[in-house]
């Protein structure tokens, strides 16, 4: 993971004159999770928004991040392996005021994503979020607010985005997904052959 990150550090520092679509002039992006599977799919999410993109899979590795090059935009895990996301938002603050944060939380974690708005991020969203939520909630300019969805996302929704992340984690292997979900293997597999609910 972090060969990727730095790469994709490395292609931030030699493409300075693109620019995307209202994403200003250095549109770097930093994504702090320690949910690998989830990291990739919003890295290349992100990438095909326009922004240049940087990972870091821990505090400590978004602390140094944060340190070596202040990026434009955030998005931090509040809750991570080794530690807590608000450590990462205070070390962008103190280098950088103008970042856009976004926190992602767990439904437990609300109260710690009101003191990460307390502390400089825009705004919270609870896993699991989409790559366009996560874009709208960067994107969306002072003053302006979220448009509560028409349909929020159903049980069995939140269910299914669940157990696609433990698959993917599980490198798409049935039988170790349904071992750590508790799961018969086939109705594992019912599922997985099916499309995601509404």
């Known amino acids: 993971m972090t060969d990727v990150a730095s790469t994709l550090s490395k292609t931030t520092a030699q493409s300075p004159q693109h620019v ?3 994403l200003g002039p ?11 599977p989830f990291l990739r799919r919003l890295a290349r999410a992100m990438e095909s928004r326009g922004f240049t993109v ?26 991570l ?3 807590t996301g608000l450590d990462v938002i205070e070390a962008i603050r103190e280098r950088r005021s103008d970042t856009r944060i976004i926190v992602l939380t767990g439904y437990g974690n609300i109260a ?3 003191t990460a708005v307390k502390l400089g991020a825009l ?3 609870a896993k699991p979020a989409d790559a366009d939520d996560i874009y709208l909630a960067l994107t ?4 302006e607010k979220a448009e509560i969805p028409e349909n929020p996302m159903s049980a069995d929704r939140v269910r299914w985005e669940h ?3 433990v698959y993917e984690s599980c490198e798409r292997n049935v039988s170790e997904t349904a071992r750590r979900l508790n799961m018969h293997r086939r109705t594992l597999q019912r599922i997985l052959a099916k499309r995601a609910p509404k």
Do not use: C, F
């Open 54 to 79: 940087d990972l870091a899979g821990s505090v400590a590795e978004g602390i140094a991040k944060a340190k070596e090059a202040p990026p434009s935009y955030a998005v931090v895990d509040l809750r």
């Open 81 to 83: 392996g080794d530690g």
């Open 123 to 125: 705004d919270y969203l």
């Open 163 to 165: 157990i696609q992340r």
């Open 140 to 143: 969306q300019r002072p003053g």
């Open 20 to 22: 995307a679509h209202d």
């Open 112 to 114: 710690t994503a009101v």
């Open 26 to 36: 250095n549109p770097t992006l930093l994504i702090v999770d320690d949910d690998a």
